[in-house]
Every structure is written in C-alpha cells, then in structure tokens.
C-alpha cells in the first residue's frame, strides 16, 4: 500500500498564492523523517523547515506542488469557496501521485463533506481517503507535505517582496505590516495587482474605507 500525505500553506493570507503539497513516503522513509524532525510545519522555525525540505523531496517516494494564484482565488472562491477550491487541488495531486491511501489536513469541521468533494473530484480512482483536522499534528507524511507547501509559499513571498522593494510582513489580514502596505497599493505604490486577493474582505474593507475617506475629502 502507498501512503500520501497532502496539506497546503497560505489558505488566509491576502498577498500571494496558497501552495498545496503531497508526499508519497514508505514505512521506512516515514520512520526516519518523524526521527529528524518532520512535523507540522507550523511547529518549525523557517531554517528548520529549509533543512528538512531537501531530505523530504530526496527520501520521498514522490512528492508534487501546486501553487494556486491570487487570480484563481478570487475567481473561484466567489463561485464555490475555498474548502472546495482545496478540495479541486488535492485531488489533483491524488491524481498525480496515485496512492492507495491518501491522508488530508482538511479545512472546517465536516471532514466527511470535504472527504466526498475530494472523491468528486477524482474521476473514479481507486483511492482510500482520510480527512481529518490538524492531520499535519498527527501524521508525518501530512507532516512532510506541510513542510513542502510552506516551504515553497515561502520563497514566493520573499521574492515579492523583492520585487515590491518593501518588506509587507507575512501577507496575512492581521499583520499590521501588510495592511499598511495594501493602503500604499490602493495609493499607487507599484506591485504585481494579480499578488493580491481582492475578494477578501480585507481588501473590501479597505477599498469602502478609502472611497468614504475620498468622499468626505470631496464634501469638504
């Protein structure tokens, strides 16, 4: 039987992609990683995560990644909602790998509606599925995947902030840094507009806040 492990990084943020990771290890590879170290990635510090990150990809079976853009974002969350965009995503990477059983860190409290859009969603393949919360806790070849997304998530947001010239924190809603930096956007300050979600209700919220703040400046 071949186990994969599949989790994603960057569900929430408002700049730049969520990226979604699968890993295919044997009993032999998935002993030894839990030895070195792998697990949730949330629980590593980024030099740790950059360690393991090449062992996993060596040791690994097979592994795949899949980084979903702002744009697909906005286009499908408005349409479905995220749960089921991730749901999309996973079971192409299912498709990808072709374990016999798959074990997914799934989004919200219904594991077994997540489990079925999953199943929907992959053509008839022959695959036993395990949805269950905070899997990446519980299970290394989820574990592992986690550390792939994160990983790679990342490298993407270093190099836009590269290419931005300014350090916009984490790209989450609540990080003071990144809010600071969307009111900059909305001002001008040049950066890739397809790096940013605009359906969020981070973005909705700042777009209302400036056209009040423009109106009152036009009343006056």
Known sequence: MTT???????????????VIAGVVLGARAAKELRK???????LLPPAERERLE???????????????EPRRIDEVVSRKGLNLLEAEVMADIVRELGPSLVIVDAPGRNTSKFKEAMRSRLGGLSVRIRAENRADRRFVHVAAASILAKV????RIAEL???AGYDFGSGYPGDQKTKEFLLKVLGGYPFPKDQIRWKWATMQNLLDERRRTSLTDFLE
């Open 4 to 18: 994969a492990g599949v989790d994603e990084a960057g569900r929430g943020p408002v700049i730049g992609p969520m």
């Open 36 to 42: 070195r170290g792998v697990k949730d990635s949330k």
């Open 54 to 68: 090449p062992l996993i990809k060596e040791m690994a079976e097979a592994y795949a990644i899949k980084v979903v």
């Open 152 to 155: 790679e998530r990342d490298r």
């Open 161 to 163: 902030r590269e290419r």
